[in-house]
């Protein structure tokens, strides 16, 4: 039995022809796609992560009251907060000239970078942070790991007029 991929998809039932055709945007459209849907800058996702870290600990201060849990969640958003500003750092250096295969092996390589501080982060965590609360520190890096998505919805569009 033989696959044919020119008449549909076989898997969902779909007439391929009922799918608009793929159509090469020109300069002038691209530009003002991208004028229309602005990129996110890394920085802002930074940023914004920073911010939501420092929230978090001043949450688990009021909370608890324990300066421990406070510096614990302080830790765990720079656990990921200065592995994501190394990588910004890293992906943005030289981004024009570059062939795409180099981006995409400089973005693995800075992605590697940024999971292994991270780890030694976590390992160093309990040195480094006295009265050490695992669940602020935790929680702080699953609050902003996950508010990145914020950056990409607070991103900048431009109003047009009519």
Excluded: N
């Excluded at 602005?38 to 929230?55: E, H």
């Amino acid at each position: 039995m033989t696959a044919r991929y020119d008449h549909g998809c076989p898997d969902t039932g779909t007439d391929a022809g009922a799918d608009p055709e793929f159509k090469t945007l020109s300069r002038e459209e691209a530009q003002a796609l991208m004028v229309k849907h602005p990129p996110v800058s890394p920085w802002r996702v930074v940023a914004v992560q920073a911010a939501a870290g420092a929230v978090v600990a001043a949450l688990w201060l009021a909370a608890t009251g324990r300066g421990g849990a406070a510096w614990s969640a302080l830790y765990g958003a720079a656990a990921v907060v200065l592995p994501a500003a190394l990588m910004a750092r890293g992906i943005t250096r030289r981004l024009s000239g570059a062939a795409p295969g180099a981006l995409v092996l400089g973005f693995l390589f800075w992605e590697a970078v940024k999971i292994a501080l991270a780890v030694a982060m976590l390992a160093a965590a309990v040195k480094i942070v006295p009265d050490l609360s695992w669940p602020a520190l935790l929680v702080s890096m699953v609050v902003c790991m996950k508010v990145s998505w914020l950056a990409l919805l607070w991103r900048g569009r431009v109003k047009q007029t009519s």
